[in-house]
């Protein structure tokens, strides 16, 4: 699944397009995603200026002139594409083969002036919902969604509450989406290396001081991956059908037997798994 700075660099992709553009029409080749589209989807969209891109999570979010609000999650599979006059170049796909077909293109966005903006989703694990703007909290995707990792919302007061009194693993809980909204299994296990905590340690186990270098390790990384343009681990591009680069500055990620790059540290990047998902860290460092 994409994570949220791969989500954020869509967001950022498509604002130049779509940020004030009318959709003239909402073509829906299918009648569901992952879910059922909503009813009346085509006719609530079409004619709708497009306000400000926004985005929650691992959701964007499409808001409309007439107060409603679209919340488009990319699934395993989705990409955005924009094409003008044949032309087409991608904001961002998540997927191992990178050929397009056209029997993905699920639904397009039909703007004024010939541009498209197409939503490609192979494996149909997106979904695309329309909710009402002032009431998105209560979105069935978003009502559930814990602390935004980005912005003021975040902080060690924030975070010490959220950790208070909790046995599990300090990975899962940074991982559940309650608590925190947007975190994946790349940017946590990159952000405990860099605050020394060990995946494994009970979360409600954490220090006052562990818990502020947890705060800018999950700020930094977060940070330094949005302005990398993501990672490519899943053939991730930009609109220009260039690759991100951020796997490149993964300390732990995928490192399984490398020295630590901890300075002075002398450890292996060791590889475990937790819920069926792969942690990598270092046992020497991350205490």
């Not at 004619?47 to 891109?53: H, I, K, P, Q, S």
């Not at 009502?143 to 935004?148: I, K, V």
């Not at 950790?163 to 990159?190: F, H, S, W």
Request: charged residues 25%; aromatic residues 4%.
């Amino acid at each position: 699944m994409p994570e949220l700075p791969e989500v954020e660099t869509v967001r950022r992709g498509l604002a130049p397009h779509l940020d004030g553009a009318l959709i003239e029409a909402l073509v829906l080749n299918r009648a569901d995603l992952r879910f059922p589209f909503p009813p009346d989807l085509a006719r609530r969209v079409g004619a709708r200026r497009v306000l400000t891109l926004g985005r929650r999570a691992k959701y964007l979010l499409i808001p409309l002139d007439s107060g409603e609000t679209m919340i488009l999650h990319l699934g395993m599979s989705g990409r955005m594409i924009v094409e003008r006059d044949g032309e087409a170049g991608q904001t961002g796909a998540f997927h191992h083969d990178v050929t397009r077909l056209a029997q993905h293109d699920h639904v397009i966005f039909r703007l004024e002036g010939g541009k498209r903006i197409v939503f490609n989703d192979p494996r149909r694990f997106g979904s695309l919902d329309l909710q009402p703007s002032d009431r998105l909290e209560e979105a069935p995707a978003l009502a559930s969604l814990g602390l935004e990792p980005l912005g003021n919302a975040l902080h060690p007061g924030a975070l010490a509450t959220l950790l208070a009194g909790r046995r599990t693993p300090m990975k899962a809980a940074l991982l559940d989406q309650r608590l925190i909204a947007g975190l994946g299994n790349i940017y946590v296990c990159e952000a405990l290396h860099r605050a020394h905590v060990a995946p494994t340690r009970p979360a409600g186990s954490l220090k006052r001081r562990e818990i502020e270098a947890l705060v800018i390790a999950i700020r930094d990384v977060l940070a330094e991956a949005i302005d990398a343009g993501g990672s490519t681990l899943r053939d991730f591009r930009h609109e220009d059908g260039s690759l991100g680069y951020f796997q490149h500055a993964f300390r732990v990620y995928d490192r399984e037997g490398a020295p630590c790059p901890t300075p002075g540290c002398r450890g292996i990047v060791r590889r475990l798994v937790q819920s069926g998902r792969s942690t990598f860290h270092c046992v020497e460092c991350q205490r």
